[in-house]
């Protein structure tokens, strides 16, 4: 069951939802981005360079947040995003390496 954010746990993400959330090459760019970081980084929303209205850039992020990709916290008056890589590398091997591999694409 997911927590009160939304979270769900980790043997709770499912493959179909997971990649309903990767179909979107916006949603890629921020995964993408959080997998060069350094493992743990916490980014704020605004820092991925989106040029999205702030309803459209919450709407991505709960979606990657509801499907397990990454989690998110609240640190003050700002919302973290943090890819919740070990996570995914438990559940589906490979696939984040997939998208690191991916070629830059430009939503």
Do not use: W, Y
């Not at 992020?61 to 890589?85: C, H, K, P, T, Y």
């Amino acid at each position: 069951m997911p927590d009160e954010q939304g979270h769900p746990d980790r043997d709770e993400i499912e493959l179909g939802k997971v990649l309903m959330a990767l179909a979107d090459p916006t949603r890629r760019r921020v995964v993408k981005a959080l997998l060069e970081d350094v493992e743990d980084a916490e980014r704020h929303c605004t820092s991925f360079g989106l040029q999205l209205s702030k309803a459209t850039r919450s709407h991505h992020f709960r979606i990657l947040r509801e499907a397990g990709l990454i989690r998110q916290v609240d640190r003050g008056n700002s919302r973290m995003a943090q890819l919740r890589r070990q996570d995914i590398e438990q559940r589906f091997p490979g696939l984040l390496g997939l998208i690191l591999q991916e070629k830059d694409t430009q939503p």
